[in-house]
Nanobody, 124 residues
Framework: QVQLVESGGDLVQAGGSLRLSCAAS????????MGWFRQAPGKEREFVAY???????RYVDSVKGRFTISRDNAKNTLYLQMNSLQPEDTAVYYC??????????????????WGQGTQVTVSS
């Protein structure tokens, strides 16, 4: 059973930075596609970024150039470096893990395991 625990969420002013971490209790961490999703109050869960087994990455257009997803397989940890944060980035951020499949990785259905989320609040 994979367990994911996010950390690093905080209150930050617009233009600031945060780094989110996701610790995975799974020895086969390196065999999973890892993703970040976010959900703002009253809105649907939104894809943010994913990283593949070979460190290929993709981002939603709204965060390109500002966010960087990375993984450290030796530490079973996923990261999301968030720079130039804006109020629209305010949301609960969720770490997710899925086995490679034909499903598009921007689709939440591609992921089997989810963390409980960490709150990111960006003030003007």
């Amino acid at each position: 059973q994979v367990q994911l625990v996010e950390s690093g969420g905080d209150l930050v002013q617009a233009g600031g930075s945060l780094r989110l971490s996701c610790a995975a209790s799974e020895l086969s961490f390196r065999n999973y596609i890892m993703g970040w999703f976010r959900q703002a109050p009253g809105k649907e869960r939104e894809f943010v970024a994913y990283i593949t087994l070979v460190h290929n990455t993709r981002y939603v257009d709204s965060v390109k150039g500002r966010f960087t997803i990375s993984r450290d397989n030796a530490k079973n940890t996923l990261y999301l470096q968030m720079n130039s944060l804006q109020p629209e980035d305010t949301a609960v951020y969720y770490c997710s893990a899925g086995r490679p499949s034909s499903l598009p990785y921007y689709n939440a259905q591609a992921y089997t395991y989810w963390g409980q989320g960490t709150q990111v609040t960006v003030s003007s």
